[in-house]
């Protein structure tokens, strides 16, 4: 299972919306082994510069993907949350326990497609699941983009990265 918000202008939305709601799109692979899963993806919320999908993947058995890898190594109950930002993409696991986290951190990185790295940056309890404390705020795209960077650099952090 994977939830993600995306923010951009309306029209790369829409683009985004018609392609995951499209079962016949094709969906990029990390791994160099073809996965096959069945996604089905349903719009949470959708506003002119947001759009919020749930997905909900399946059949999982031949696939070495990170969701894949996660479904097997990690325990029951896991909560993926999914970011895309240019050519990162960024997994949030919410975990009950830090049981296997090794395994599936070495399984995962090991199935990875070349030139494509895994980082687990840190371990420890949940703070900010939603983190999008800029939802409501309305701003010009450029200064939105101006100030997701400087969040996702660290900027705010305490102490700052």
């Keep these: 299972m994977a939830r993600g918000a995306v923010r951009g202008a309306g029209e790369a939305l829409d683009r985004i919306e018609r392609h995951r709601l499209d079962p016949d ?17 349903e719009v949470l919320e959708r506003t002119p510069s947001t759009l919020v ?3 909900f993947v399946t059949r999982l058995h ?15 109950g ?3 949350r999914s970011r895309r930002r240019e050519h990162r993409h960024q997994w949030r ?6 049981t296997n986290v090794g395994v599936f951190r070495r399984e995962a990185a090991a199935h990875l497609g070349e030139g494509i790295r895994l980082e687990i940056g840190r371990l420890g309890p949940v703070d900010r699941w939603n983190d999008d404390s800029l939802a409501t705020v309305s701003l010009p795209p450029e200064q939105r983009e101006t100030l997701l960077a400087a969040v996702e650099r660290g900027y705010y952090e305490t102490p700052a990265r």
């Design 53 to 55: 999908l749930y997905t």
């Design 93 to 98: 696991v919410l975990l009950r326990s830090a």
């Design 78 to 80: 896991f909560v993926l």
């Design 25 to 41: 799109a094709p969906h990029e692979e990390m791994t160099d082994t073809e996965c096959r899963a069945v996604r089905e993806h």
């Design 62 to 76: 031949r696939c070495d993907s990170v969701l894949a890898q996660a479904a097997r190594r990690l325990d029951l």
